[in-house]
């Protein structure tokens, strides 16, 4: 028997939205492809790195749409769904007399409340439960005494894992003894069951059962079982992954340890039935139109792709230019098509790293014969450095091996220099932990920089521990000081430098972090530039040491080949890096606001039409 039946009162608008919702795609297609979020995620209509956001809401859309009956045209002649749900009451209370299934608990009618929506006249809101032979969990097999193996002849074992949107993931397989099928037979799979994970982050995903393997499932996964006969498998499934259904799963969830949707209340949920012929063509159309889909996410990732490639290509030959000459003309280049390649975060991220790349070699401004060389700014460290050893205010350290032409990194332009990192320093090395570690922190007193303190844009103080004044006495050698270029040398932040400010005179660090103290202070901010790029980056990663972590020595940090230009050079060179980062800034910030517009374009479009 049917539930409740809401017929809408306006079925002309209802007609008029779906005849027009090719319209609908095609009239919008540059902001379904144009909406994009940088942002990692997993699932049907994503990449690896970016969310085709437009495309995702494009899906979302068509779902709703079907499951609220705008999707295609009702046909008058098409039997109603009340009587396709007095078949499936009928065919449900045999299975009760013939003792297949036990008798259900009678539900409470749907309440006018529980309407999401109007219904296309022939259409029936249905309880999930009324609709369904069966619905339960699995269980553990740890709590019945079972094991796992790695025998496919054996059960396979679902569990959340397995259970995507719209699809199976079955590339992890488990398996267990066949005897937990005998324990457990309530909730032994058959094809075309229904999957919903009810545990979890994962609550909601909905896949549908479609092999003939033999298999089971786990305590957080929801099984069910409705008749393939009478409701067309691709439409339930449609209607568990829509909005409405997501929405009223997460409004029923219940807050525990972990999130989770109760046997109780998933049989309760309200569902939209069409007729039967009609979910025939919903599912048709649903399966067209997110082929279309597809179509549009692939061509825009190709774009992507090829506009990546482009960006690549041309960049490269900035760097790759021979001299100054060569460099105009591949500037010129790339110049003539500045607007149509800087149009995404990637492109401004590799055009920054372009920049650094031509700073560090020399190629970013252009070389002045009245400058003092390197040469002689690299003699009066070495004659510093010397003194320092002299004054016992540093240790004399062993001598480093000289740099052959084959280590030089690149043909250095005139006035510049090859140096070891060594060589330029006063102090490089890492700091420690305070004995007792975390139990020394205060709450207020020197601060005690650590790994995720340090960015290149800076200290962040978010998350600043603090050592008392006794403390920070009994490790002098950990100090920092304005000027100190610091280094994370482990982990994930490994190569993440800044430069210690003024205002905070002294502070602490970390055995994850180094503190590189150049001999001429002046160098510092080169230094860092350096360090950011990719020239020295390659030398950060490539030459780490360790198996567990990620990490550089004192040794290896020592023997880095950097490039020293003139000071008077190097000043040049961070006024030019200043500016051209500047633009760089502002491009992101533009870019930002225009994808934040086709964000909201999107989202408008998708309201206006539901």
């Not at 779902?63 to 449900?92: C, F, H, M, W, Y």
């Not at 909201?600 to 206006?608: M, Q, R």
């Amino acid at each position: 028997m049917t539930d409740i039946a809401t017929p809408s009162s306006d079925n002309q608008q209802a007609s008029d939205v779906t005849t027009s919702v090719e319209s609908l795609i095609t009239e919008n297609i540059e902001t379904w492809t144009a909406a994009i979020k940088r942002k990692s995620i997993t699932g049907r209509g994503s990449s690896k790195k970016i969310e085709l956001y437009g495309v995702k809401k494009l899906r979302e859309l068509i779902l709703e749409l079907a499951v609220r009956g705008k999707l295609v045209q009702q046909d008058p002649n098409d039997e109603p769904a009340s009587v396709l749900l007095e078949r499936i009451t009928a065919e449900k209370a045999q299975l009760v007399k013939d003792k297949k299934i036990k008798k259900p608990k009678k539900l409470p009618p749907i309440s006018e409340d529980e309407i999401p929506f109007p219904l296309p006249n022939g259409w029936e809101f249905c309880r999930l439960e009324n609709m369904c032979e069966l619905i339960t969990k699995g269980s553990s097999p740890k709590w019945q005494g079972v094991s796992y193996t790695d025998n496919p002849q054996d059960v396979l074992f679902v569990t959340s894992e397995n259970v995507g949107a719209f699809e199976l993931l079955l590339s992890k397989r488990k398996y267990v003894e066949k005897k937990f099928n005998e324990i457990e037979p309530r909730s032994i799979l058959k094809y075309n069951d229904f999957l919903m994970n009810i545990v979890g982050a994962s609550i909601g995903r909905a896949a549908l059962y479609n092999i003939e393997d033999l298999a089971n499932i786990n305590q957080a996964v929801c099984l069910i079982r409705s008749f393939p006969k009478l409701i067309y498998p691709s439409y339930f499934i449609f209607f568990f992954n829509s909005l409405t259904c997501i929405s009223y799963m997460y409004d029923k969830q219940v807050e525990n340890a972990r999130p989770n949707l109760s046997m109780a209340n998933i049989s309760k949920f309200v569902i939209p039935i069409p007729p039967l012929t009609e979910q025939q063509r919903i599912v048709a159309k649903v399966d067209e139109l997110m082929l279309l889909c597809d179509q549009l996410e692939q061509q825009t990732e190709s774009s992507i792709d090829a506009h990546k490639t482009l960006v690549e290509v041309l960049l490269n030959t900035l760097t790759d230019s021979k001299n100054t000459a060569e460099l105009q003309t591949n500037w010129a280049r790339v110049s003539e098509f500045f607007d149509n390649l800087f149009t995404t975060e990637h492109s401004i991220d590799q055009l920054k790293q372009t920049i650094l790349q031509l700073a560090v070699m020399g190629k970013l401004v252009p070389q002045d014969p009245n400058d003092e060389p390197a040469a002689k700014l690299l003699e009066r460290i070495a004659e510093e450095k010397a003194q320092l050893i002299r004054d016992k205010k540093i240790k004399k350290q062993k001598a480093l091996s000289p740099i052959t032409e084959d280590e030089k990194p690149f043909e250095l332009p005139n006035g510049w220099e090859c140096e070891r990192l060594g060589n330029l320093t006063s102090r490089l090395g890492s700091g420690s932990t305070p004995r007792g570690g975390q139990s020394a922190y205060v709450d207020e007193g020197i601060i005690f920089l650590r790994s995720q303190n340090v960015w290149n844009d800076g200290l962040k103080l978010d998350d600043t521990a603090y050592i008392s004044d006794e403390t920070h006495l009994k490790m002098s050698n950990t100090c920092v000081y304005p000027k100190d270029v610091l280094l994370n040398i482990t982990g994930a932040s490994l190569g993440r430098s800044t430069i210690f400010p003024a205002e905070l005179v002294t502070a602490n660090v970390s055995q994850h972090v180094t503190v590189i103290r150049l001999i001429d202070l002046n160098m510092c901010h080169f230094l860092h530039l350096g360090i950011q790029s990719p020239l020295v980056q390659k030398l950060v990663w490539g030459r780490q040491v360790g198996m567990a972590i990620e990490g550089l020595s004192k040794k290896v940090l020592e023997q880095f080949e950097f490039p020293v230009p003139p000071l008077k050079e190097q000043a040049r060179i961070m006024n030019k890096v200043k500016e051209l980062m500047a633009i760089c800034d502002q491009l992101k910030s533009q870019l930002k606001q225009a994808q934040q517009t086709q964000l909201n374009l999107t989202d408008a479009i998708i309201d206006k039409t539901i």
